[in-house]
Nanobody
Framework: VQLVESGGGSVQAGGSLRLSCAASPNTYSSSYCMSWFRQAAGKRREWVSSITTTGGAASAQSVKDRFTASRDNAKNTLYLQMNNLKPEDTAVYYC?????????????????WGQGTQVTVSS
């Protein structure tokens, strides 16, 4: 059971990053919702974006129109394309697999988590 994020880094405001989340075959399943969360220093973990089993994506209002989640079931991989980054997007970003086929925004509904990747946006 393994989820491994990559693609984080430091960028200036307005820049872009693409995060990837590679899952071991026994973790990833096209039958479960996959999501991205983030946690800034001193703050609670918050939902960012989800992608359903059929490819439907949803994002938090704070990142809507800037971040897009996608998945490649053949590669057992989840992605998060982040455009027009802002300093308030600075956080550790985590991918997670839900306990269910449907998506929620509650961390408690996710069974498996990656180790996280740092994203830092400077002004």
């Amino acid at each position: 059971v393994q989820l491994v994020e990559s693609g984080g880094g430091s960028v200036q405001a307005g820049g872009s990053l693409r995060l990837s989340c590679a899952a071991s075959p026994n973790t990833y399943s096209s039958s479960y919702c996959m999501s991205w969360f983030r946690q800034a220093a001193g703050k609670r973990r918050e939902w960012v974006s989800s992608i359903t089993t059929t490819g439907g994506a949803a994002s938090a209002q704070s990142v809507k129109d800037r971040f897009t989640a996608s998945r490649d079931n053949a590669k057992n991989t989840l992605y998060l394309q982040m455009n027009n980054l802002k300093p308030e997007d600075t956080a550790v970003y985590y991918c997670a697999r839900a306990r269910f086929t449907y998506c929620t925004d509650s961390p408690a509904d996710y069974a498996y988590w990656g180790q996280g990747t740092q994203v830092t946006v400077s002004s």
